[in-house]
């Protein structure tokens, strides 16, 4: 399954031109605010016409301006997850769940309404009215409803960006189900570095209307030269799996045999996750340390160093466990005399990573 988007549309002080292929699984649509991300997401929905696209969907074709065919919204067989729900005031959760599906006779159903209850966790909520609900169960049965209008594909516009941080933990793990357990490309928006760490299978990254990068999440987000929410948002993002969870609270992992101490996870051994280590949180030696509190210390290479305009610099090391970025001074590069090639140890504090930062592979 894949969707291929290719857009163009000028607006008063701001011209958007994309053109990308996202393949199968969880494609975000990352960037900072006023880069073009909702206005390409409503492109692919058909809530705008835009002077010119091509949007493909598993080889249908749902905009062509180039032989003037363009299908209406409700014919384009998609699912959306709106920012804020969307959910109608008027009717209980059960028919807001299938008023999408009655929508959608004569496709082939992705999931049934007893599997999107169980799924989401929302049985007990099935005769509630909206706003009887809290953020985040309004976001799951938004979520419910996208996937039983029997979508070709899912799009979500920053579904997180209305929560508290209790209510986004709460629905991260559905949309990790959502990448894992189904068979749907999905397009989803998001200016949340930690987000596109955690739920990315493929980033597309606008910046000023354009494509600045596309690739794997673990790719992009590891480029040291990759920097759109400033430096303090740069980091890198190691694949693991859960070994053993320790009596004091520890979570071991094993990163392509590297051990790694975390807080306590929730997943369960054997459990592959992804996790998101700040380039600020990094610190870095030429000797391997001795007599610190911090358990993680990874060898590796220095790959590049990379001075910013102001005092620091990002250093990205290659290790056993994947590639690291530490945000260190210049006058730190220096003296360590960091240079590609050079071996240096990655010295990672383990209450450092965030437990929103923690997420299934």
């Known amino acids: 399954m894949s969707v291929e988007v290719q857009i163009s549309q000028g607006f008063q002080g701001f011209d958007l031109d994309v053109s990308f292929q996202a393949p199968a699984g969880l494609t975000v649509l990352f960037g900072s605010s006023g880069s073009g991300k909702t206005t390409v997401i409503n492109a692919v929905a058909g809530l705008s016409k835009p002077e010119q696209s091509r949007i493909v969907i598993n080889d249908e074709v749902l905009s062509d301006s180039a032989v003037g065919h363009w299908l209406p919204p409700h014919q384009r067989s998609l699912g959306y997850v709106f920012q804020e729900g969307r959910l109608f005031p008027h009717m209980n959760v059960r028919k807001n769940l299938i008023y999408g599906n009655a929508l959608a006779k004569g496709r082939a159903a992705v999931v049934t309404l007893d599997q999107v209850v169980e799924i989401l966790g929302i049985g007990n909520l099935l005769e509630r009215r909206p706003a009887e609900l809290s953020g985040g169960e309004k976001q799951r049965v938004a979520i419910g409803r996208a996937l039983l209008a029997r979508p070709k594909l899912i799009l979500a ?41 955690r739920l990315a299978t493929t980033v ?19 480029d040291p030269s990759f920097t759109p929410m400033g430096p ?89 466990a994947g590639r690291i970025l530490a945000r260190i001074t210049r006058r730190s590069a220096t003296a360590l005399g960091l240079s590609e090639g050079v071996i240096c140890y990655a010295v990672i504090k383990s209450v450092s990573v965030a437990p929103q930062d923690i997420g299934a592979r």
Do not use: C, W
């Open 204 to 222: 597309v990254a606008l910046k000023d209307g354009r494509v600045d990068r596309v690739g794997p999440a673990a790719e992009v987000l590891s």
């Open 232 to 320: 303090r948002a740069v980091g890198a993002v190691l694949e693991a799996k859960v070994v053993k969870h320790h009596e004091d609270g520890l979570t071991e992992l094993s990163a392509n045999g590297v051990a790694l101490m975390l807080p306590q996870l929730s997943h369960a051994v054997g459990d592959q996750v992804r996790v998101r280590v700040a380039a600020h949180d990094v610190i870095l030696s030429r000797e391997a340390p001795k007599g610190l509190s911090a358990l993680n210390i990874v060898a590796g290479k220095v790959h590049s160093v990379r001075a910013g305009g102001g005092p620091g610099a990002i250093v990205a090391v290659d290790t056993k």
């Open 157 to 197: 516009d920053e579904p997180l960006a209305a929560l508290d941080e209790p209510r986004k933990a709460e629905i991260l793990p559905y949309f990790e189900r959502l990448r894992d357990e189904f068979s749907l490309p999905v397009l989803y928006v998001t200016h949340s570095i930690a987000e596109v760490a």
